[in-house]
């Protein structure tokens, strides 16, 4: 890590006190500019999924570049609204909608993205010659970790492509406009021949005879990102260039161009992100060092929840020694580990631990388990850190659920 970035997260943390959540906001415009590059398509679209990370001022940053938003929840699409997305530049993909929620997104004018042979119905039932985008199964499993795999007749998801038909026969009857096909095969992609397959497998489906209104295809999210130091970058410029090509051959054959939309979350915002917390103990349990912070598992939840691997260094001793040790949190748990046996500089009470990635799925599927409150959140930008996101107080927490509570 270069000195600069150190010194301006040891700042934040004394500033802004631990733990502490902190994004660069040019890193982040960066890597949506990047991705501009590498697929060079005339309409491309990328919809930014901001079930990462929702954070107003990130969402911000985003918008001034140009970004749409996949949005999953009501409260999604009034956040993107909020933070300056035209009604437009949002496509809604829900899974076991409603009929309520149904009727409140469709009233905001937000594109629906449907994802099961039966809504489809309710949908053109209740509101006959709409427009609407339709979700299918690529049939195609890949991830980061089978609870994020998306694709394959075991997850929940989509429509199975051998159902198009049914999907054109229920379009036809209530005059709805099917205006884009979608699909999302999974999240941290292993493997660049699985985004072909699932594009391949939506591609052969999308035939003018049976969907002759598409303005666009959605391929989804998924963008594998580099985690460990010693790991090879994924080759992103031949799989854009092939994405290009495989786009462009299937448009000729559908008779007209359409746009091509992707749905990253991890790929703009993982590595745009930076968690920081303080070591209070160090324990040496005979042949095992334990290390415990001032956060825990529901501040950031992704190694244990999914066993994933997140960087760790030690900001306040880098130069130091290498040891082993188990990197846990506060909370009333055994499972409540960072990292476990890992190898990192000398780590002494008092000093900053640096979570690496911490941009995409940390703060966003944080809760408050053991009446901790989440971490404030401050932002990068250019060289200015600037307040984002308070941490409530113990106190502020708990009037915060009295509030909540129905009180006799
Ligand atoms: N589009 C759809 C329809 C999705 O379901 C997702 C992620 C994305 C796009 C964005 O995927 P990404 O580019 O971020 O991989 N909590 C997990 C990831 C769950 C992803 C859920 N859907 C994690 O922390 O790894």
């Known amino acids: 890590m270069n000195e600069s970035t150190r010194t301006t997260l040891i700042d934040a943390a004394a500033e802004h006190g631990t733990p502490l959540y902190l994004y660069d906001l040019?890193?982040?415009?960066?890597n949506y500019r990047r991705l501009f590059q590498l697929i060079q398509w005339p309409s491309l679209g990328i919809f930014?999924?901001?079930?990462?990370?929702?954070?107003?001022?990130?969402?911000?940053?985003?918008?001034?570049?140009?970004?749409?938003?996949?949005?999953?929840?009501?409260?999604?699409?009034?956040?993107?609204?909020?933070?300056?997305?035209?009604?437009?530049?949002?496509?809604?993909?829900?899974?076991?909608?409603?009929?309520?929620?149904?009727?409140?997104?469709?009233e905001t004018g937000v594109l629906m993205n449907i994802d099961t042979l039966s809504t489809l119905e309710k949908y053109g039932r209740l509101f006959p010659g709409s427009n609407v985008c339709v979700r299918f199964n690529p049939d195609v499993k890949d991830g980061e970790n089978e609870k994020i795999m998306?694709?394959?007749?075991?997850?929940?998801?989509?429509?199975?492509?051998?159902?198009?038909?049914?999907v054109g026969e229920i379009a036809s009857r209530y005059g709805l406009k099917v205006r884009g096909l979608h699909e999302h095969t999974g999240s941290g992609l292993q493997m660049s021949e699985s985004v072909f397959k699932?594009?391949?497998?939506?591609?052969?489906?999308?035939?003018?005879?049976r969907f002759p209104d598409l303005e666009f295809l959605d391929f989804g999210g998924g963008f594998k990102v580099t985690v460990r130091p010693d790991e090879e970058p994924f080759d992103y410029e031949s799989m854009g260039v092939r994405i290009t090509e495989m786009f462009s051959?299937?448009?000729?054959?559908?008779?007209?161009?359409?746009?091509?939309?992707?749905?990253?979350?991890?790929?703009l915002v993982s590595d745009a992100g930076y968690f920081v917390m303080e070591v209070n103990t160090v324990k040496n349990n005979r042949d095992r060092v334990i290390c415990g912070t001032d956060s825990g598992f529901p501040q950031l939840i992704r190694p244990t929840l999914y066993n994933a691997y997140h960087h760790v260094e030690n900001l306040t001793n880098p130069e130091g020694e290498t040891m082993v040790c188990d990197i846990c949190g506060n909370i009333c748990e055994t499972g409540d580990l960072f990292a476990e046996q890992r190898e990192v500089s000398r780590i002494r009470e008092g000093?900053?631990?640096?979570?690496?990635?911490?941009?995409?799925?940390?703060?966003?599927?944080?809760?408050?388990?053991?009446?901790?409150?989440?971490?404030?959140?401050?932002?990068?930008?250019?060289?200015?850190?600037l307040p984002s996101r308070k941490r409530m107080s113990a106190g502020g927490l708990v009037e915060q659920i009295l509030l909540e509570t129905e009180r006799v």
């Open 26 to 30: 040019n890193r982040v415009a960066d």
């Open 48 to 106: 930014y999924a901001m079930k990462a990370n929702y954070n107003f001022h990130l969402l911000q940053a985003l918008n001034r570049e140009g970004a749409g938003i996949d949005a999953v929840s009501p409260a999604e699409i009034q956040m993107a609204l909020k933070a300056g997305f035209p009604v437009e530049s949002i496509i809604y993909t829900a899974n076991n909608m409603t009929e309520s929620e149904m009727r409140e997104v469709h």
């Open 150 to 166: 998306t694709g394959g007749n075991l997850t929940k998801f989509g429509i199975l492509l051998d159902d198009a038909d049914k």
């Open 198 to 209: 699932s594009m391949e497998n939506i591609m052969a489906v999308a035939t003018p005879e």
């Open 249 to 267: 051959r299937f448009c000729k054959g559908y008779g007209r161009d359409l746009a091509l939309y992707f749905e990253p979350g991890k790929y």
């Open 351 to 385: 000093d900053l631990l640096l979570v690496r990635n911490a941009g995409a799925y940390c703060y966003s599927m944080g809760g408050i388990y053991n009446m901790r409150p989440m971490p404030a959140e401050v932002v990068l930008q250019d060289e200015s850190v």
